[in-house]
Structure formats: structure tokens, C-alpha cells
């Protein structure tokens, strides 16, 4: 999916970013537009942060999908 793709189909400001470096340029022309803005920021899929370890464990290689427990399995 294209998401800023999406967003200019309706009128919006529109970018896609997919550097750090990029980031801050593009939130600039955003913020100028002065319309709303969607700025789509792609990121590697294969970096997972130590806080959504904490949360849920670690992640099986084998099966590269994270499923978030309902409130209803977490012990009590």
C-alpha cells in the first residue's frame, strides 16, 4: 500500500520518506502546506524495538508475526 499515494487522492499534502535524512525536510513542506498532510515513513520491517520485546517476548524467527495477547489471556 501506498498511503501518501492515498492521501494525495483526496487532496492532500503527500509525501513518502524512506531515510532519516529525508524525514525532516519532508515535515517541513508538510507543516507549509498548510492542508492536511500525510507524511508515509517506511521503515525496516526487520527491526523490532526493546520495548515491544518487554511487552510481548521475543518474536519467533519462524513465524515473523507478532500477535497482541487479548485482556482475557493475560495471567491474573
Do not use: W
Not at 5 to 21: K, L, M, Q, T, W
Not at 57 to 65: A, K, L, R, S, T
Amino acid at each position: 500500500r501506498n498511503y501518501a499515494e492515498i492521501a494525495a487522492g483526496f487532496g492532500c499534502h503527500a509525501e513518502r520518506v524512506s531515510s532519516s535524512a529525508e524525514l525532516r525536510p519532508a515535515l517541513k513542506r508538510a507543516f507549509a502546506s498548510e492542508t492536511p498532510s500525510c507524511v508515509e515513513i517506511l521503515t525496516d520491517p526487520d527491526v523490532v524495538s526493546p520495548g515491544l520485546v518487554q511487552m510481548l517476548g521475543d518474536v519467533d524467527p519462524e513465524i515473523p508475526q507478532i500477535v497482541i495477547p487479548y485482556y482475557q489471556n493475560i495471567p491474573r
